[in-house]
């Protein structure tokens, strides 16, 4: 086994450049663990870890939560969701205050949960919320293609997102400097470490596809920082004993018979093209959008002085937000980025 690398010899490949590096993690596991495990505080004073859209709760934006509070007050439908969407804030209540005044909202484990639902009780709608990355979305459709043939009272309201788009948008932006990636592990055993070549083409940036551990950020960051002092971009596997350069391919074959690219709205990045994840005609019966298009929306609202948003970009630190722990807690959120365990600002909040 090799050995990891110290904190000393991370320090020569930073002294090597003589600047501030700045490496984005864009995956919430990787935050919490980086906060979890110390790793921040012990690394040079040159390097940064910023947090990126790695969090899919915090990244779905307003509308989407306003929708689905619609649905869950609509005649016979209930919406299923994970726990974690519960207490996110929408424009005027989350789906737990919903609920708790009367709307139809069940906490689910999977989408495979949200389906037998549907199954027990064919009097009624039931709605998923397909929220996630391409880690989540493969079980979303399974779930869409085994409605279509046996479950007709299935939907899913879906917001499924792209990683690989949005860190362009990122760099195409140029708000923030950005000297390398950490691609996020869980999503990069789906799709493989074949779908970041693009953006160590089109922008000569570092790609290191990190596992969840203390020692695995550590030798993701050595790598990174190696590729820099070196003056090479390539996208390398650190996380070799899950991630392969191909993916799943049985994964990916579902995403593409259930989903279609689409532009996306992300909280903070604004409208991505190709970044999201659209249900295909063929299963128009279980997408919620087509099912409950005669339910008519309601414009968002975004909470004042949250910048949950800039958070999310890397602009800012959470403690630079001036509602940060004076207002936005864990008891009483405002941003979604408080919301979530993923969340950047919940792990400052609990860690530093």
Known sequence: MTALPSVSELAGLAARLGRRIQLMEVCGTHTMSAF??????????????????????????????????????????????????????????SLEKARAQGAAVKVVYSPLDALEEARRHPELKVVFLGVGFETTAPTTAWAVQEARRSVPNFSVLCAHKTMPEAMAALLRSGEVRIDGFLCPGHVSVVIGAG??????????????????EGGDMVRGIEMALRQVVEGRAEVEIQYTRSVTWEGNARARAALADVFEEDDAEWRGLGMIPRSGLKIRHAYAGQDADRVFAAVP???????????????LRGAIAPPQCPLFRKICTPANPVGACMVSSEGTCAAYYKYQ
């Open 36 to 93: 979890r495990s110390g790793l921040r505080s012990l690394l040079p004073e040159n390097v940064a870890l910023l947090s990126g859209p790695g969090c899919p709760v915090c990244v779905t934006p307003n509308h989407f939560i306003d929708r689905a509070v619609q649905l869950a007050t609509a005649p016979d439908t209930v919406v299923t969701t994970f726990g974690d969407m519960m207490r996110v804030p929408g424009s005027h209540a």
């Open 195 to 212: 779908a970041y070549r693009g953006l160590v083409e089109e922008f000569g940036i570092p790609c290191v596809i990190t596992g969840f």
């Open 297 to 311: 929306r309601q414009p968002p609202v975004e909470p004042a002085g949250c910048r949950c948003g800039d958070v």
